[in-house]
C-alpha cells in the first residue's frame, strides 16, 4: 500500500485486472457504441454492444502493463492527429535531458488533447510520457476513472469542499508531483489553471503554484523548492479550436445572464468535440527549464506565462481573427518557421475561416474571434 494509492496512477500488476473488469462494464460498451455508431445505437444497440466487447478483448488481449496500454492509446492517437489534424509539430525539446524527470506547466486549450499532445511530443523525442493531472469532477463513471488511470492519469481532488478539506487534498496532491519526479524519476503534466482558457488568454493562475509549494516545508525556500521540480513551461497552440464555438456561447451566456450552468455531461461532450473535431496545425513548444531566484508564487507564475507567451505559435487563424477586429494585419510571425504573415499566401485558410465564422451567430462573433485573435494580442504585448 502507499499513501498515494487514492491518486496515483495504477501500476503495471493493476493494468490486466483493472482491463478485465472494465470490458464487463455495460455502460462503457454502451458509451462507445452511442459514439461511434450514434445512428446505428438506437436501432440495434443490443447486437452492437456483444460486437464492440468481442472486438476490445481483442485489441487489448496483449496488454499487460502500463507500457502495453500506451501504445494501444498511441495507436489510435495516430489515426487522430491524420484524421482530425494537419500535422504536429514540436520545437525546444532539444533541451530537455531524458535522463531527468519534468514538471511540466502548459496553457490549457482542451480537456483531454493537452496533456495527449505534451505526451506525444515526447513519445515520438523518446522521453517518457506524462502522468496526467485530471479533475475528479470529469470521471463521472467509474470505468472512466478507471481508463484514465490505466493512461497514467492522476486525480485532483475538486469536489471537496470545506476549508479544512480542500487544503489536505492539495497538500497531498503537492506531495505527489513532488515524489513523482524526485523519487520516481516520473515525468508530470498539468495545467497552469483550472479550466479552459476560452477566450485565448493564457494566464497562469498563482494558485496552481501554490498548490505545487505545498510540500516545500520550512527548510527550504520557494526559489530551491521551485528549482529542484523542474518546471518547464509549455506552450500548444491549435490553429483551429473544435470546441471553439461551444467555448463562444458559454461566454456569451455569461456575459447575457451573468451565469453559465453546464449539462451534467457537458464536459465529456467537449472532451469527444476536442477529440474527433477539425484542430488544423497543432504545434507543442518547450520552454526553459525554470532556474534562478522567486520572491513569491506570483513570480513563478509571471515567467510560465512570460515563456508561453514567447513560444506559442500563431497560425494564419489568429491573424484573420484580429484583423477583422483591429482593421489591419498584426506585425508578427506565424507558422512553421515564424514566417512574416502575408494574407495573400493563405487565400484557401481565410476561406475556411470565414465559413466557420459564418456558422456563429451574429451577436457572438466578437466573442468568437477575440479566442482567436487574444493570441496575437498576447504576442505583441510581450
Known amino acids: 500500500m502507499s499513501k498515494f494509492d487514492d491518486i496515483r496512477p495504477y501500476n503495471d500488476a493493476e493494468v490486466r485486472p483493472t482491463l478485465d473488469k472494465i470490458l464487463e462494464d455495460p455502460e462503457l460498451l454502451q458509451a462507445i457504441a452511442a ?9 440495434v ?3 452492437l454492444r456483444p460486437m464492440i466487447k468481442f472486438a476490445l478483448k481483442r485489441r487489448l488481449a496483449n496488454v499487460k502493463n502500463v507500457e502495453d496500454f500506451q501504445v494501444v492509446v498511441k495507436s489510435y492517437m495516430d489515426k487522430m492527429i491524420a484524421s482530425t489534424s494537419r500535422g504536429l509539430s514540436i520545437s525546444g525539446i532539444e533541451k ?18 493537452d496533456p495527449a499532445f505534451v505526451g506525444m511530443a515526447l513519445h515520438k523525442n523518446d522521453f517518457d510520457t506524462v502522468r496526467i493531472a485530471i479533475g475528479d469532477n470529469l470521471l463521472t463513471k467509474p470505468y472512466v476513472s478507471d481508463l484514465m488511470r490505466l493512461n497514467k492519469s492522476f486525480i485532483v481532488n475538486r469536489s471537496a469542499t470545506a476549508p479544512r478539506e480542500k487544503l489536505k487534498a492539495a497538500k497531498h496532491l ?19 489553471r483550472e479550466g479552459r482558457a476560452k477566450d485565448g488568454l493564457d494566464v497562469t493562475n498563482p494558485a496552481v503554484i501554490s498548490m505545487i509549494a505545498l510540500s516545500k516545508g520550512k527548510q527550504r525556500t520557494l526559489s530551491e523548492y521551485i528549482n529542484e521540480l523542474h518546471i518547464v513551461p509549455v506552450a500548444i497552440s491549435y490553429e483551429l479550436d473544435p470546441c471553439d464555438s461551444i467555448k463562444t456561447n458559454e461566454l456569451y451566456r455569461q456575459a447575457k445572464d451573468g451565469a453559465y450552468e453546464k449539462d451534467e455531461h457537458e ?33 513563478v507564475a509571471a515567467e510560465i506565462d512570460r515563456q508561453i507567451r514567447l513560444e506559442y505559435r500563431l ?22 518557421g515564424a514566417k512574416d504573415f502575408k ?40
Open 35 to 43: 459514439f461511434r455508431f450514434p445512428r446505428l445505437n438506437g436501432l
Open 45 to 47: 444497440g443490443g447486437l
Open 96 to 113: 530537455l535531458d531524458r535522463n531527468k524527470s519534468y514538471l511540466f506547466i502548459s496553457n490549457h486549450r482542451d480537456i483531454a488533447m
Open 174 to 192: 503537492s506531495s505527489y508531483i513532488h515524489h513523482s519526479i524526485n523519487e520516481e524519476n516520473a515525468n508530470i503534466w498539468i495545467a497552469h
Open 267 to 299: 464536459d465529456i461532450a467537449s472532451i469527444a468535440q476536442g477529440i474527433t473535431g477539425d484542430k488544423g496545425r497543432v504545434h507543442v513548444a518547450f520552454g526553459e527549464v525554470l532556474r534562478g531566484e522567486f520572491e513569491n508564487t506570483d513570480d
Open 315 to 336: 497560425f494564419p487563424s489568429n491573424c484573420f481573427a484580429y484583423e477583422k477586429l483591429n482593421g489591419k494585419w498584426p506585425m508578427v510571425k506565424v507558422g512553421a
Open 343 to 382: 494574407a495573400q499566401a493563405y487565400t484557401k485558410e481565410q476561406a475556411e475561416f470565414e465559413s466557420r465564422l459564418a456558422e456563429v451567430p451574429e451577436t457572438q462573433r466578437d466573442i468568437y474571434l477575440a479566442m482567436y485573435a487574444n493570441t496575437v494580442s498576447n504576442k505583441l504585448s510581450k
